[in-house]
């Protein structure tokens, strides 16, 4: 079977309608005329000379390309891309029933809080029972935003289903259009190539016997069916399948920016989860959920009990929340999210009486506004500075409130005062470099730096901009040093 290529493009279409609405050249543009001569003789009037390509040359080269052209109306490769085609859009059509999920895991939590509600409001009297009435019309409020926003991912499930199954009927469309547009091409390019087939044998006979000018007539008539053929070749050009391709190529479009769209609506969906969770926590955070800010765990209400009693720990977990990472050091009610933990959503779990609270962020953390092109500038240099105050040395409060410097160069870090020295060491797998997770006055502010085994600092910068780009700088440049500069078990 011939092979024709899948991807129409405009120079392809150039070379058709070259060769397709080329003219014959004969060596005239008329037949020659005869005359009798003396005895009754056959002559041929006297002609210029001409140096064109004779008649059976110009028909061996129509011939050869009408061979061409059926080559090029095989449309195996073209099918083969159809049926990609539809397996995308079977593809979106599955991903789009794996959506109803969330939904009904919100209606199944409102329904379990608004029970827990009601038993609550039977056993409370006065400024309580009015604030668990309110936390009840709350949760029905929400309960309708979540119905209408199920409504909303039903509309766009339906939407996608429809361009899935549009997708696909024009795939089978385009597949019998193709298929009958080869057969029919394929029919009458047989049928012209037989009508050249023939034209090149009359021509031959007339050459053998140039006495027989009784054939005229007949040769005027296959020049005609010729130019007959040649119009037929130049009616099978591939305009239908490109017009198919461009609306396949508008309907990925548009199956592109539902998909989107729908993300969307499901992280919403997961956000107003997460807060319906946390409004029904014993405890809630507090703090801008950004880089540069300071996130601290506090009771809801005066009956929660206190949290200097509880076993607290810190944990970074993914967008999708699939994956959980334990966040060494930290567990205490603060935390600062440093650059590490931008794009993720932090999660605080706290053990109080035998019993385990989860309070997580609304929405993963953001960059700090400005902080990039800071960074940027930063990298140009061989080396950054930063106004330091030594908060604790191993562990142990530093009672000396002096300013240091803190230099981060592309091989090594260094601390010093003036001329003399605190530190100084190149970048290897012992260093660790994080913000500060434990106690510390400003933890925003602060950074945990351990130069070696057994030696560590906190640092305190003048502000959060320096404290997160001298973490950054830190591990860009650690890293071209093939080390990965992080905190304690970080999974970098």
């Known amino acids: 079977m011939t ?9 392809m279409l150039k070379e058709s309608i070259v060769a397709v609405s080329a003219d014959v050249s004969f060596a005239s543009d008329h037949f020659p005329k005869y005359k009798l001569g003396p005895d009754n003789q056959i002559l041929e009037e006297p ?44 593809k979106f059509a599955d991903e789009a029933k794996l959506r109803e999920v969330a939904s009904l895991e919100g209606h199944v939590l409102l329904k379990k809080l608004r029970d827990a509600l009601e038993s609550l409001r039977g056993r409370m009297a006065g400024r309580n029972k009015e604030d668990v009435e309110k936390a009840i019309s709350m949760v029905e409020a929400l309960a309708v935003k979540l119905t209408q926003k199920e409504g909303e991912l039903i509309q766009e499930k339906f939407e996608v289903k429809k361009l899935a199954n549009f997708l696909k009927q024009a795939s089978e469309d385009a597949k019998k259009l193709v298929n009958q547009e080869k057969s029919f091409a394929c029919a009458e390019i047989e049928s012209a190539r037989a009508v050249v087939q023939r034209f090149g044998e009359a021509l031959d006979e007339q050459e053998k016997n140039p006495e027989n000018s009784q054939k005229t007539q007949e040769v005027e008539e296959l020049v005609e069916e010729v130019q007959e053929a040649r119009r037929i070749k130049f009616m099978h050009q591939p305009s239908k399948v490109m017009d198919m391709e461009h609306e396949l190529r508008a309907l990925r479009a548009q199956i592109r920016e539902k998909t989107i769209f729908s993300v969307k609506l499901q992280k919403e969906l997961a956000i107003n989860k997460r807060a319906e969770e946390n409004k029904s926590c014993m405890f809630v955070l507090h703090g801008s959920e950004t880089l540069g800010s300071c996130l601290q765990l506090k009771p809801r209400s005066d009956n929660t009990p206190s949290l200097s009693q509880s076993s607290i720990q810190w944990y970074r977990l993914s967008s999708d929340e699939n994956q959980k990472e334990v966040i060494s050091g930290a567990n205490k009610t603060m935390y600062a999210p440093e650059p590490l933990d931008v794009g993720r959503i932090l999660q605080a779990d706290i053990l109080s009486n035998g019993q385990k609270i989860s309070v997580t962020t609304a929405n993963p953390i953001d960059s700090a506004a400005g902080l990039a092109s800071y960074v940027e500038t930063l990298l140009r240099k061989s080396s950054s500075e930063f106004n330091v105050v030594i908060s604790r040395i191993n562990g142990q409060d530093h009672s000396l409130r002096s300013t240091h410097s803190f230099n981060i160069g592309k091989m090594r870090i260094k601390l010093c005062r003036g001329w003399i020295t605190k530190s100084r060491e190149n970048y290897s797998t012992s260093m660790l470099l994080c913000g500060a997770r434990g106690d510390a006055n400003a933890p925003a502010k602060s950074l945990f730096w351990q130069p070696r085994k057994g030696h560590s600092y906190v640092l305190t910068f003048e502000s959060e901009r320096d404290r997160n780009a001298a973490i950054m700088v830190a591990r860009k440049h650690a890293l071209d040093c093939s080390v990965m500069l992080g905190g304690p078990d970080d999974e970098m």
């Open 47 to 90: 002609r210029g000379d001409n140096s064109g390509p004779s008649l059976k040359e110009v028909v061996e080269r129509e011939t050869t390309q009408l061979s061409k052209q059926h080559k090029r109306l095989s449309v195996r490769d073209l099918a083969s891309k159809f049926d990609k085609n539809l397996t995308a859009a079977a």
């Open 3 to 11: 092979k024709i290529s899948p991807d129409i493009d405009e120079t």
